[in-house]
């Protein structure tokens, strides 16, 4: 079954420090992947997606086909980026078009 | 541009009831989704909407229904709720049908209690 794994409900780390949420797949082919992020208070938005490569905010995420992962990192986390962050593979083959995401992380930075 | 609108923001209902929630999407978009979010959850895909066509269905019953309108908005309706219905109910517009480079712009939600 398709499915995406994000094992962490909650991290919380101070500033400055690294941050990495953890997001596994489970999907035959290669699924498109993206980060969604909502603060508090805000939309659910796109964060980055691995097509295009970028960072965004300082985040970067990782594909690891190997390990069907796609994790999400930043080397010196900020109070701002507290947030719920769900990973979100476009599953290509056998897609009905959709995004799926996973359960989400709530990142919390401390000062 | 306002972004993509819902309405109503709140409702509360009695089980049994029936439903309509309303989504506008961004000027040009062409394709509407709903999601479920249920408290503590990720978004769960309910239906995909492209140029007034469903395009995809997820695991729901089908006391869900949508449509897509010829101005591209979209409502989403719900029959004999249950309980287990209470929710927030986004909605997504895209250019495009959703994935591969395509990009979802949310709405606010709106948030469903059923007593």
């Known amino acids: 079954a398709q499915r995406v794994t994000q094992p962490e409900k909650l991290l919380s780390v101070f500033k400055g420090a690294p941050v990495e949420l953890k997001c596994n797949y489970s999907?035959?082919?290669?699924?498109?992947l993206f980060w969604y992020v909502q603060y508090s208070r805000q939309r659910l938005q796109l964060l980055l997606r691995?097509?295009s490569r970028e960072s965004i905010k300082g985040f970067t995420a990782d594909l690891n086909k190997g390990e069907t992962s796609f994790h999400l990192k930043k080397p010196f986390a900020q109070e701002e980026d507290s947030a719920m962050y769900y990973c979100?593979?476009?599953?290509?083959?056998?897609?009905?078009?959709?995004?799926?995401f996973g359960k989400g992380t709530k990142l919390s930075v401390k000062p | 541009d306002a972004g993509v609108t819902q309405s109503p923001t709140h409702l509360i209902k009695t089980r049994g009831q029936h439903v309509t929630l309303r989504c506008s999407p961004i000027?040009?978009?062409?394709?509407v989704s709903w999601y479920q979010q249920v408290l503590g959850q990720g978004p769960q895909f309910i239906f995909q909407?492209?140029?007034?066509?469903?395009?995809g269905r997820g695991n729901f019953p089908d006391r869900f229904s949508a449509r897509q309108f010829p101005n591209y908005s979209s409502e989403l309706n719900v029959n004999a709720l249950l309980l287990g219905d209470s929710a927030l109910y986004l909605c997504?517009?895209?250019?495009?049908?959703?994935?591969?480079?395509?990009?979802?712009?949310f709405g606010e939600g709106s948030r469903l209690t059923v007593l």
């Open positions: 997504a517009s895209s250019l495009g049908l959703a994935g591969g480079s395509g990009e979802l712009f």
């Open positions: 999907y035959s082919g290669s699924p498109e």
């Open positions: 909407y492209y140029e007034k066509e469903e395009r």
């Open positions: 000027s040009g978009h062409k394709s």
């Open positions: 691995h097509i």
């Open positions: 979100a593979p476009y599953p290509l083959e056998g897609s009905q078009g959709n995004l799926i």
